[in-house]
C-alpha cells in the first residue's frame, strides 16, 4: 500500500539547520507533485503549505515565511522527498510531513517533530 514516512526532525537551536526526509513507498513516487506541509503547536492550528516540488523536480515553490531559508529537492531514483531548512526560527517549531496526492488521495506521512528553541 501506499505509505509515506518521513525522519530528520528534532530540537535544534536559532540559527541551526535541519534536513528533513521523506521515503514513499507503493506508487510511482516520479509521477507525482510532492509537498511539504507543517502544523504549528496549539490547539486548532492549520496546515501551512511550506514548498512544493514538481513531479521532475524542475519546478519548486515556497512559502514566503520560508523562501530563501529552506529548499526543497528529491530523489526519484530514491523515492524520497527532502526539505533543506537553513537559518531555523524559533516560528519553524511544527510538526512537518510530506504529501503526495494519488489519482484524487491524499496521502500524508506521520509526521516529523521540529523544535527551535534555545
Known amino acids: 500500500q501506499i505509505q509515506l514516512a518521513e525522519s530528520g526532525g528534532g530540537l535544534v537551536q536559532p540559527g541551526g539547520s535541519l534536513r528533513l526526509s521523506c521515503v514513499a513507498s507503493?506508487?510511482?513516487?516520479?509521477?507525482?507533485?510532492a509537498l511539504w506541509y507543517r502544523q504549528a503547536p496549539g490547539k486548532d492550528r492549520d496546515l501551512e503549505l511550506v514548498?512544493?516540488?514538481?513531479?521532475?523536480?524542475?519546478?519548486?515553490n515556497y512559502a514566503e515565511s520560508v523562501k530563501g531559508r529552506f529548499t526543497i529537492s528529491r530523489d526519484n531514483t530514491r523515492s524520497t522527498l527532502y526539505l533543506q531548512m537553513n537559518n531555523l526560527e524559533p516560528d519553524d517549531t511544527a510538526l512537518y510531513y510530506c504529501?503526495?496526492?494519488?489519482?484524487?488521495?491524499?496521502?500524508w506521512g506521520q509526521g516529523t517533530q521540529v523544535t527551535v528553541s534555545s
Open positions: 504529501n503526495v496526492r494519488v489519482e484524487g488521495t491524499n496521502y
Open positions: 507503493g506508487f510511482a513516487f516520479g509521477n507525482y507533485l
Open positions: 514548498a512544493g516540488i514538481s513531479n521532475g523536480g524542475h519546478s519548486t
